[in-house]
């Protein structure tokens, strides 16, 4: 099942955004959290390409060299990944039956969702992270599992690590 999050392009950039195939992120396939952090740096390094009209970028990059995410900056990043901060430490925090999620998670999720949502109409590069990196759709797919909340968790922690170690562009 595949979901579309879609908005028009902005009077600074007419990229149409809406060409760009949503990627599926499915925690309850892979078990091992090692796979979503090797798969957070091959999905940093494709938004960097589609950010770039896709400019195709050739294997892992050295740390001296870096790419271009143009309006997805480092403090952007370091805002989205702090809003989903406070979720995860009520998680850890709050004893839950079995695996899964303490009560009122799935509505604090919701109002993420809901702000990663506004910040993609605002901003088209980071509708496009959102969309290459399966953000929006990883969470459908924790499914009230604790163990795949913590796996979306570690992804959301390796993009934003990635995205910085990538950039050319750090924030002062």
Not at 53 to 65: E, L, Q, R, V
Not at 84 to 100: A, C, G, R, W
Not at 104 to 121: A, D, N, P, S, T
């Amino acid at each position: 099942m595949e979901k579309t999050y879609s908005a028009k392009p902005n009077k600074k950039n007419s990229r149409n955004i809406n060409d760009i195939k949503t990627y599926e992120v499915d925690f309850s396939k892979h078990q091992d959290n090692q796979f979503y952090i090797n798969h957070a740096e091959e999905r940093i390094i494709k938004t960097s390409e589609h950010i770039n009209d896709n400019k195709k970028i050739h294997s892992k990059k050295p740390a001296s060299a870096s790419l271009d995410f143009k309006e997805l900056t480092t403090t952007q990043m370091r805002n989205i990944y702090n809003r989903f901060i406070p979720i995860y430490h009520q998680v850890l925090s709050t004893p839950s039956k079995d695996d899964q999620l303490p009560e009122g998670i799935k509505e604090k999720l919701g109002m993420f969702r809901y702000q990663l949502v506004y910040q993609c109409g605002r901003i088209d590069d980071v509708n496009i992270f959102c969309k290459v990196c399966g953000v929006l759709n990883g969470l459908d797919h924790i499914n009230n599992s604790k163990k795949n909340f913590m796996h979306y968790m570690h992804y959301m922690e390796a993009l934003v690590a990635y995205h910085y170690y990538y950039t050319n562009k750090k924030d002062k």
